[in-house]
């Protein structure tokens, strides 16, 4: 119950391999099939499925991607705030990110907690309230926020394979029975709003959820590892210069118990 009393919980001088981390995430729960097309085991005998790379390293030849191969601009998406997963039916639960080789420069990672967004959100003068948004359901896509953010980068198979799927805009934790926003960059719009309209909401939402709140700023160290609560941390990399440094991450990532849109929303 660390992880989730804590939201985000670090654990130091950590040497591990994929097989290792993989059993140790699996302590959390069912993991996740990683989504990246370079990373699934069919196209890359040197990757476990349960394994995302968040690399500018070649796992094949162990040389430094070029900047602007797919998968280097895939990851940069990742500077943007984010929760993992929403843009699936069932959203991760808990991810668990390992430094395997970090940049001398550059390649942080930031966390904010989106239940103090949504607890203060209602001392300013806001159009819609809490209470008049708390049922509501949006719909995510990593697609979309890729297109925002990286450009055009999925072939017509992934689009389709990665159709829009519905989350509760404001969710309540089963275990601290907090409230929470959820949005982040993959959330696209409001279903049963006009488009604009609940783009501005989920725009004002997310900066509030940055500027309200107190951001964690981490420098990684070589064997480092992160566990987050999805459900309620957003977090983005902080960037490094891709051409000169390597950066070599793996994630495993914790599915949810359900669809979000089945959960039960309770305003304490």
Request: proline content about 3%; hydrophobic content about 30%; charged content about 30%.
């Amino acid at each position: 119950k660390v992880v989730e009393s804590c939201g985000v919980t670090v654990i130091k001088d950590q040497e591990v391999n994929d097989e290792e981390q993989i059993a140790f995430s699996e302590r959390f729960g069912e993991l996740e099939i990683s989504i990246g097309t370079n990373n699934k085991k069919e196209n890359n005998p040197y990757l476990k499925p349960q394994i995302s790379r968040i690399s500018n390293v070649n796992i094949s030849n162990n040389k430094l991607i070029p900047v602007d191969d797919h998968k280097v601009v895939f990851d940069r998406g990742n500077n943007w705030w984010h929760t993992d997963s929403s843009f699936k039916v069932i959203p991760a639960k808990i991810s668990i990110l390992s430094a395997r080789e970090i940049p001398k420069e550059g390649g942080g990672t930031e966390f904010v907690d989106a239940r103090h967004a949504l607890e203060t959100w209602n001392r300013k003068p806001r159009k819609y309230s809490i209470e008049q948004i708390n049922n509501d359901i949006a719909e995510h896509s990593i697609v979309y926020s890729r297109m925002r953010n990286t450009g055009d980068i999925f072939n017509k198979k992934f689009k389709k394979d990665m159709p829009y799927v519905r989350q509760r805009l404001i969710r309540t934790h089963p275990y601290t029975k907090r409230n929470a926003f959820y949005a982040g960059s993959h959330c696209s719009h409001i279903i049963g709003w006009e488009l604009e309209e609940g783009r501005k909401l989920i725009h004002e939402i997310n900066e509030w959820i940055v500027n309200s709140g107190e951001i964690a700023r981490h420098k990684w160290s070589h064997g480092e590892i992160i566990i987050w609560d999805n459900r309620r941390i957003l977090h983005r990399g902080t960037g490094y210069n891709e051409s000169m440094y390597r950066r070599i991450m793996h994630r495993t990532t914790v599915a949810g118990d359900k669809p979000s849109c089945e959960e039960e929303v309770i305003l304490y």
